[in-house]
């Protein structure tokens, strides 16, 4: 009975021994889980963190995308209207291109008619010079022939 009751005792032993491994085991996976729990909620906590920051930049740059989208209407809107204007300006360029053109032409019509008048008005100053000497000269001759003539009616009386 006495060896029965110490191999009970020496399993009763050895069970708890076993139970205090066990147990010691137990507890340091539990203290494993739970530095790992830590761990995890720390990573955990940073992931919400830089998902914040990150919905925070997206929601940033959606805006800045939408700041951008309006920027770049009202610029096509004000290239649309400058690229009118240009061709306001060119056609006015062209029309002003054209009066140049013409008003050239005119000018030198003008002064090729100038010219011209010139030209007759020297004939004329020429001719009105030599007709002015024919005069003269028949004036002359008039007066020579009144004094003849009145010589001669001298004469006769």
């Not at 008003?103 to 020297?122: F, M, T, V, Y």
């Amino acid at each position: 009975m006495k060896k029965v009751l110490l191999e009970m005792e020496d399993q009763k032993n050895s069970y708890e021994q076993k139970a205090k491994e066990s147990l010691q085991k137990v507890l340091e996976e539990k203290m494993n889980a739970e530095q790992q729990l830590q761990s995890t909620q720390r990573s955990l906590a940073l992931a919400e963190q830089k998902c914040e920051e990150w919905r925070s930049q997206y929601e940033a740059l959606k805006e800045d995308w939408r700041t951008l989208g309006s920027q770049h209407r009202e610029l096509e809107s004000q290239l649309n209207v400058l690229q009118s204007k240009l061709q306001g300006a060119d056609s006015r360029d062209l029309q002003m291109n054209q009066a140049l053109r013409f008003l050239e032409n005119e000018h030198q019509e003008l002064q090729a008619k100038i010219e011209c008048l010139q030209g007759d008005r020297d004939l004329c100053s020429l001719d009105t010079q030599d007709l002015q000497g024919l005069l003269q000269n028949q004036s002359l001759q008039l007066q020579e022939q009144e004094k003849l003539l009145t010589k001669k009616g001298q004469q006769i009386y």
